[in-house]
């Protein structure tokens, strides 16, 4: 089953206007997520390190007022994109790790977010 | 860093016929490798991955990769393909031995089966 949930699976929101997207962890905690974006046909981007209890890590060209990111406690991360346009629909991935860094990432099942 | 190079965007096959994925890695430091499938609007499956040990890893669906580390290789291989087995395929590098260490995709592989 599933241990990467991801919440919504599907968004359609207006231009201007803010949307949140929850990444949890299923029966294990998760200190450190990632957060990735695809556009249609292209490879998943890193945009930023979720770190619980810390600032996130934001890859260069990633605006971090934009993408705001929370790592509230061990099974919770959240992606809002603030103010969002036209250009900010795409897929947005996150993922974490079960175990340790030799383990690989388990991805949730994406949210597809359409800004009209 | 890392990069993940994937040689073919698409791969046309017919059903039961042997595939082959091709993905070259750069990094300067050694790295773990992945397989990743994903199916229409969903997120990434783990197909299989190498961290050390035998170069030939085994992975699930019938799919084995090959590490050639002179070659800075991971080919992606089935011997016999199904038609559900359409999907898009990422290789992917991390760092070996380094926590908190995210993973850089290659820009995927489209296989496509026929009957």
């Known amino acids: 089953g599933a241990v990467v949930s991801q919440h919504p699976s599907r968004v359609i929101c207006k231009s201007g206007t803010s949307v949140k997207i929850e990444c949890r962890s299923l029966?294990?905690?998760?200190?450190?997520m990632f957060w990735y974006r695809q556009f249609p046909k292209q490879s998943l981007m890193l945009m930023a390190t979720?770190?619980?209890?810390?600032?996130?890590?934001?890859e260069q060209g990633v605006e971090k007022d934009k993408f705001l990111i929370n790592h509230a406690s061990l099974t919770l991360s959240t992606l809002t994109v603030t103010s969002a346009h036209p250009e900010d629909s795409s897929f947005y991935i996150c993922?974490?790790?079960?175990?340790?860094?030799?383990?690989?990432?388990?991805f949730g099942n994406g949210t597809r977010l359409t800004v009209t | 860093a890392q990069s993940v190079t994937q040689l073919d965007s698409q791969v046309p096959v017919f059903e039961e016929a042997p595939v082959e994925l091709r993905c070259n890695y750069s990094?300067?430091?050694?790295?773990?490798l992945f397989w990743y499938v994903q199916y229409p609007n969903q997120g990434l499956q783990l197909l299989l991955k190498?961290?050390?040990?035998?170069?030939l890893v085994k992975g699930i669906n019938g799919f084995e990769a090959e590490f050639n580390k002179s070659q800075t290789s991971f080919h992606l291989r089935k011997p016999s393909v199904h038609i559900s087995d359409t999907a898009e395929y990422f290789c992917?590098?991390?760092?070996?031995?380094?926590?908190?260490?995210?993973?850089?995709f290659g820009k995927g592989t489209t296989l496509s089966v026929s009957s």
């Open positions: 993922s974490a790790r079960i175990g340790p860094y030799n383990s690989p990432l388990h």
């Open positions: 029966d294990f905690q998760a200190t450190t």
């Open positions: 979720s770190n619980e209890g810390s600032k996130a890590t934001y």
């Open positions: 990094s300067s430091v050694s790295v773990y």
């Open positions: 190498y961290l050390s040990g035998s170069t």
């Open positions: 992917a590098v991390s760092e070996a031995n380094q926590a908190g260490t995210a993973l850089i």
